[in-house]
Every structure is written in structure tokens, then in C-alpha cells.
């Protein structure tokens, strides 16, 4: 098996949520940049950034930091039918992490966001804790269609 039969499932084609995953875990920078130079050349848009904070307060410093991500990489564009549904995402993503339900929990997370077309996908990998001795390694992901 090479990377790029992993990337592309044969039944299903190129999967952007597959795709944000494996960006999300991409364990050094030097890899995010190799993996999102292989996206391009697919012509995917793509990018990562780091997000943290304390529980649900977070949530607007959250929607904010992936939306700045996007229209500083280009990977959306500055009009409501691109920011409704990105932000939409996110808290999908945040929700399938479990950071928004519970109280008082500390996380801090990779977020890396993939756009083929009008699909978006958004995934968040990374630390959740109460205490840093019970914290553990968290996933989630989002999806939505753009607007045009």
C-alpha cells in the first residue's frame, strides 16, 4: 500500500472528512505541511491551526479562530453562505468532542479544515481534562455544504 491508496478509499473517492482527519493527526509541523502540499496538488484547499480554552465559555473564541483560518488561507470566501455553514461546523466538531458538554474541561486541540468544492469538512484531535492527570486524547468532526 502506498499514501496515496490510503487517502483515497476506491468505493467512495476522495472522503474530505478522512481527509481532515488524517490532517488533524499529523504528529509534527513538518508533516502538516508535506500532507497539506499533497492536498493541493489535488486540489484541495486545506489548512491547521491550534485551538484551547475552558469549556462552553470558549465557543465564540472557537467559531472565531476557524473562520479567520479559512479566510486567511482562502479556503473560504467573506460572504454568509460560506461563514453560516463553517460555523455551523464547528460546533458539530465541538460537540462530537465532547468539550462542549462537559463543565469545567480544559482542552486543547489541533483543527484542521479541508474543502473539496462545496464540502467542508473540520476535525479537532487533541487533549480534554478536568485535571491534567485525568485528561485523555479526544477526536471529533464536522461536515457541511457551502453556500455559493
Known amino acids: 500500500m502506498n499514501f496515496d491508496e490510503f487517502l483515497i478509499d476506491p468505493k467512495a473517492g476522495v472522503e474530505e472528512c478522512r481527509l481532515a482527519i488524517l490532517l488533524a493527526l499529523t504528529p509534527t509541523a513538518e508533516m502538516e505541511k508535506e500532507?497539506?502540499?499533497?492536498y493541493k496538488e489535488m486540489g484541495i484547499r486545506s489548512g491547521v491551526t491550534m485551538i484551547s480554552g475552558f469549556?462552553?465559555?470558549?465557543?465564540?473564541?472557537?467559531i472565531r479562530s476557524v473562520i479567520n483560518l479559512c479566510l486567511n488561507l482562502d479556503i473560504i470566501s467573506r460572504?454568509?453562505?460560506?461563514?453560516?455553514?463553517?460555523?455551523?461546523?464547528?460546533l458539530e466538531t465541538t460537540q462530537s468532542t465532547r468539550a462542549s458538554d462537559a463543565i469545567g474541561q480544559n482542552f486543547c486541540f489541533k483543527a484542521a479544515v479541508v474543502r473539496m468544492g462545496s464540502h467542508f469538512a473540520l476535525c479537532f484531535y487533541g487533549d480534554l481534562a478536568m485535571h491534567e492527570l485525568s485528561g485523555?486524547?479526544?477526536?471529533?468532526?464536522?461536515?457541511?455544504?457551502l453556500g455559493e
Open 79 to 90: 460572504k454568509k453562505e460560506h461563514i453560516h455553514p463553517v460555523a455551523h461546523c464547528v
Open 35 to 38: 500532507l497539506i502540499a499533497k
Open 55 to 62: 469549556g462552553i465559555s470558549s465557543q465564540s473564541h472557537i
Open 136 to 145: 485523555h486524547k479526544t477526536i471529533g468532526v464536522g461536515f457541511q455544504i
